[in-house]
């Protein structure tokens, strides 16, 4: 297989970071496709930890080439702090390892600052628990035609034209939610200011990456995000921006959706939310607490508490379905060690019906109640098993009663944090 795309397949945090550090040995190209700084990826080698947010996983190994898609929404002074942050643990950086591609949106200060003014506005229900970082109102000026794009900033009288059309918009909307309207010049000048540093990174992405697909190099790409975060398919409108499924990726970064040749998502083996949004198999009990615990369930990007529940099958059964997975990684098995009974969701009850899927219906979401089944538990530890032999029978029969009700086979598992603590069952790149 030459390209493998990786995606999360519940809210997001399912350990995609870890386990595209560890597939990233055996491709030559990283990308990001979706999403920006609200992600958090965290890598654990050798007990130093990275914490990624908008940089590719892959940046962290060596001689690899890590991109930035037009997918992406980029802060450039994020972008450069980051750089920055991963340089200093001895992360190489360059024109060579880094690209990004020259149809980005920008985020811009005023799309954080109008992020946080509507989540402060929002009365309970409405509020969705950004992260406040502009990710929202970046796509949408996305999409509404008036993003400053990476190649503006290469030309003054273009990137004072695109100010000009962006403040269009933006300053009458400030001005009718009490915000101070935006001073043109100075934008203009911090943009001015960081531009070299992000157009020192800017390339033609897709043209570079059809034509190290035609050489036969491998491409991985990266998701941002989980499934149910999706702009389409999530628990809308508690969700993200973009699209985050799978088949994102091909527009993500300009290569045609026939060079996808295995979809890898990334599950964890029980379920997790930060922000709001309905959450069906969601604890607010000793287990819920103990799950959060154990797996050391805070956000990396704003170090939210995760709201931490039981593993919902009919919820990942769904998201295979829409990225079209062909295989998962199960990672945190770890954390169940010791639970003397695990409860895996099967379907939903919704008004006297049995549900196998989440309806589409915000209200309809927030009332189903989980099925469940119950599972004996394990006391041994799994944590840092590299081998199947390593694990016992209990937590052996826990992951295949979970490839059962996904309908889906477990390629990889993961025990730890620490990038070799992962057991190999499939490899996606192997022909
Ligand atoms: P991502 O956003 O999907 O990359 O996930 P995050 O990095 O936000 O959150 C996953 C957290 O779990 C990180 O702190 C990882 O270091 C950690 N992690 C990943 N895999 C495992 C695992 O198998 N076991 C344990 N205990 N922790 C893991
Ligand atoms: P990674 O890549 C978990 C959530 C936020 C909020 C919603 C919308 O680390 O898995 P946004 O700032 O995107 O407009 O917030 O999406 N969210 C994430 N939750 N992991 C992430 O990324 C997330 N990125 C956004 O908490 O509920
Ligand atoms: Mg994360």
Not at 55 to 84: T, Y
Not at 140 to 161: H, M, N, Q, S, Y
Not at 222 to 227: D, T, Y
Request: glycine share 12%; charged share 25%; aromatic share 6%.
């Amino acid at each position: 297989m030459a390209n493998v795309v990786v995606v999360g397949a519940q809210w997001g945090d399912e350990g995609k970071g870890k386990i595209v550090d560890w597939l990233s040995e055996r491709a030559d190209v990283i990308a990001r496709f979706q999403g920006g700084h609200n992600a958090g990826h965290t890598l654990v080698i050798d007990g130093k930890v990275y914490k990624l947010h908008v940089l590719p996983s892959g940046v962290v190994r060596g001689g690899k080439l890590s991109v930035i898609g037009n997918g992406v929404v980029l802060d450039p002074w994020h972008l450069v702090k980051e750089i920055a942050t991963v340089r200093e643990q001895g992360v190489d950086i360059s024109k060579e390892t880094l690209m990004i591609a020259e149809n980005t949106p920008l985020i811009l200060p005023i799309h954080g600052e109008l992020d946080r003014a509507r989540e402060e506005a929002a009365s309970k229900g409405t509020k969705i628990g950004t992260t406040g970082r502009g990710i929202g109102p970046c796509y949408e000026d996305k999409v509404g035609r008036r993003a400053i794009r990476v190649a503006d900033l290469a030309d003054p009288a273009t990137l004072e034209a695109r100010v000009d059309r962006a403040l269009q918009h933006h300053n009458p909307l400030r001005k009718g939610l009490g915000m101070p309207e935006v001073n043109r010049e100075e934008l203009i000048a911090q943009l001015a200011e960081i531009a070299p540093q992000v157009l020192e990174f800017a390339a033609p992405v897709w043209k570079v990456l059809n034509e190290k697909r035609k050489a036969g190099k491998r491409i991985l790409f990266e998701g941002a995000q989980g499934a149910l975060l999706d702009i389409d398919f999530g628990t809308y409108p508690f969700v993200t921006s973009s699209n985050v499924i799978a088949g994102q990726a091909a527009t993500g970064v300009g290569i045609g959706p026939g060079s996808i040749d295995y979809v890898l998502g990334i599950v964890k083996a029980y379920t997790t939310r930060v922000g709001e949004g309905p959450f069906p198999t969601e604890l607010d009990d000793a287990d819920g607490e103990r799950l959060g615990t154990r797996g050391h369930e805070f956000g990396t990007t704003t170090g939210r508490k995760r709201r931490c529940g039981w593993f919902d099958a009919a919820l990942v059964r769904q998201t295979c379905a829409t990225s079209g997975i062909t295989g998962i990684s199960l990672t945190k098995l770890d954390v169940l060690d010791g639970f003397e009974t695990l409860k895996i969701c099967v379907g939903y009850e919704l008004d006297g019906e049995r549900l196998d899927y989440l309806p589409t219906a915000a209200d309809q979401q927030a009332r189903c109640k989980p099925i469940y089944e119950e599972m004996d538990g394990w006391s041994e530890s799994t944590e840092g098993a590299r081998s199947w032999n390593d694990l016992p029978a209990a937590a052996i029969k826990y992951v295949k009663r979970v490839e059962e009700l996904i309908e889906c086979p477990v390629a990889l598992l993961s025990t730890s944090p620490e990038r070799d603590d992962t057991i190999l069952v499939t490899d996606p790149f192997a022909d």
